[in-house]
């Protein structure tokens, strides 16, 4: 109960909630390369009120059970390959919150959420916030993917982390929307698939719309959604933004593009 009350103590309530992002994250190289993309999230963490925290869920952290980083200092995690030399080289340095990861695990009630110390911060994740919070002075943590449960769990779990949003934590779901890597068109980078444009332009329309359900049982929307998400790991950040939504706030999209034929950058911002 200490770091609990040590939480409340460094994080007051406050009138406003944070705002919610899902990012589409697509290559590691994002975290290093002056692009579109990259220069979107630089806007963002420039435009935004600097949170007390960053909470991310990203598709690259998947365990059994579920777990939240609880160290002081968490690793650069270097999880990829075939890269170029300078993004291995690439430390962010953000410190951890151990009492915010306490109080986390406290407030979800639908699974045991275990403190970890031996993760860090996954290009999921880093790629990321190193663009919006370069000088890491914010501190971040990571909750990770019980890979053993669909959509709707996730979608409900996220409803408990609610509090959060008022303690001036910024909960970003970092994946992609479509995400399909055995179809990568390598020799026209620009391009897209017609199915990857009409499942990016049906998802989008369900989260304006705000028919989670459907979204939650993607599986039942057809052929492209089954080559749009091939494994669900990098749609499940997407649950757990929509499932912190509240109905009076709106949906912006940002980086709606598709690139290498099926990986969607469409990013949301809920507020």
Not at 57 to 86: C, K, N, V
Not at 88 to 112: D, I, N, R, S
Not at 173 to 181: E, K, P, R
Not at 193 to 205: L, P, R, V
Request: aromatic share 10%.
């Amino acid at each position: 109960m200490t770091l609990i009350k040590d939480l409340q103590t460094n994080l007051p309530s406050q009138d406003e909630k944070t705002p919610l992002l899902f990012i589409g994250h697509g290559s590691p190289m994002n975290g290093i390369e002056d692009n579109e993309f990259s220069q979107q999230w630089e806007m963002l963490g420039k435009k935004m009120k600097t949170p007390a925290a960053v909470l991310c869920i990203s598709a690259h952290w998947l365990t059994h059970g579920t777990q939240i980083t609880a160290m002081e200092q968490p690793r650069t995690i270097h999880d990829f390959y075939g890269f170029p030399q300078p993004l291995f080289e690439v430390q962010y340095p953000a410190p951890g919150h151990p009492a915010l990861a306490a109080e986390a695990a406290h407030l979800v009630h639908t699974t045991k959420v275990e403190l970890d110390h031996e993760w860090g911060l996954d290009h999921g994740t880093w790629s990321v916030v190193k663009r919006m919070f370069p000088e890491a002075n914010v501190p971040v943590l990571q909750l990770s993917l019980d890979y053993a449960y669909g959509p709707k769990y996730h979608y409900e779990l996220a409803k408990e982390l609610s509090a959060l949003r008022k303690k001036g934590v910024l909960i970003i779901g970092s994946g992609n929307m479509v995400h399909n890597l055995r179809a990568l068109n390598w020799q026209q980078p620009a391009s897209s698939y017609d199915w990857a444009e009409e499942m990016n332009t049906t998802f989008k329309s369900l989260i304006t719309t705000e028919n989670h359900a459907a979204l939650q049982q993607y599986t039942s929307l057809g052929a492209g959604a089954s080559l749009a998400i091939p494994t669900p790991e990098h749609y499940l950040p997407l649950m757990y933004i929509l499932g912190l939504k509240d109905e009076q706030e709106s949906v912006a999209f940002f980086n709606d593009k598709i690139v290498m034929g099926s990986v969607s950058m469409t990013s949301v911002k809920i507020s």
